[in-house]
């Protein structure tokens, strides 16, 4: 299964959209219409890539737009960045998100008291590769860490790609720890403070900070997996989150739409700063 990407608009502006193909050349949303899993009898996970590593775009899966492309997020109607918050640069691994998947910002999650951001869950990357923007990955999971974001849950799923030459030696949190030590807790640095520099407060973690366990990150994976089942049907309130998609079976959804609908949508978002005009004067 493999995904393509199509850029439209220019990068660093608020038109920029970067919309996904799958192997037929459909259009599909990223959110919703690539598989969780890549493979589930080995627990692999399918991840879009959001932010490569060392970049500071604040890039994200659109999900309130019809098939949510990735964009740049806004703030009081200016693009948003990541600060370089020393000793980091950017983001310090590959980000990006397991798709359907969903925080469900409805349900109170029991260990961290806190509900659910309204997002697909996130994902840190720790391969040696720097990613593209819109690749999506095949990952092993690793850990998780819960972070609380202004009093909403935001797991941060811990993972590396299967083609990087380390997989096979991590396995599980503590392969982390031994195999790149200091690298867990960079990671919880780099969450903690990388908002300060915009005025606000640190940034707050349940269970005191420590990661947990493969088993523990695969279970809230399935839990958002079920949570994002119950919004796709319509059996919970999509809240303005939007769940047009092609690839979900329409019995199973009643957001499902056509090739064609799916297409006028991609068409319809500017391209012109793309183009050259030629006219004649006269």
Known sequence: MSFTVEERGNPNTLS????????????????????????ENQNIFHVVVEV??????????????????????????????????????????NYGAIPQTWEDPGHKDGDTGCCGDNDPIDVCEIGTKVCSRGEVIKVKVLGVLAMIDEGETDWKVM???????EAKDLNDIDDIQRLR??????????????????GKPENQFAFNGEFKDKDFAIETIKSTHGFWKALISEKTNAGGLNCK????????????CSTDEA??????????????FYYEKK
């Open 16 to 39: 920029y959209r970067l919309f996904f193909k799958n192997a037929d050349g459909k259009y599909v949303s990223p959110f919703h219409d690539i598989p969780m899993y890549a493979d």
């Open 52 to 93: 490569p590593r060392w970049t500071n775009s604040k890039m994200e899966i659109a999900t309130k737009d019809p098939l949510n492309p990735i964009k740049q997020d806004v703030k009081k109607g200016n693009l948003r960045y990541v600060a370089n918050v020393f000793p980091h640069k950017g983001y310090i691994w």
């Open 159 to 165: 993972a590396i790609n299967v083609e990087d030459p």
């Open 181 to 198: 030590p200091g690298y867990l807790e960079a990671t919880v640095d780099w969450f903690r403070r990388y908002k300060v520099p915009d």
């Open 245 to 256: 998609n092609t690839c979900v079976s329409a019995g199973d959804s009643p957001f499902c």
């Open 263 to 276: 297409k006028a949508v991609v068409g319809g978002v500017s391209t012109s700063l793309d183009k050259w």
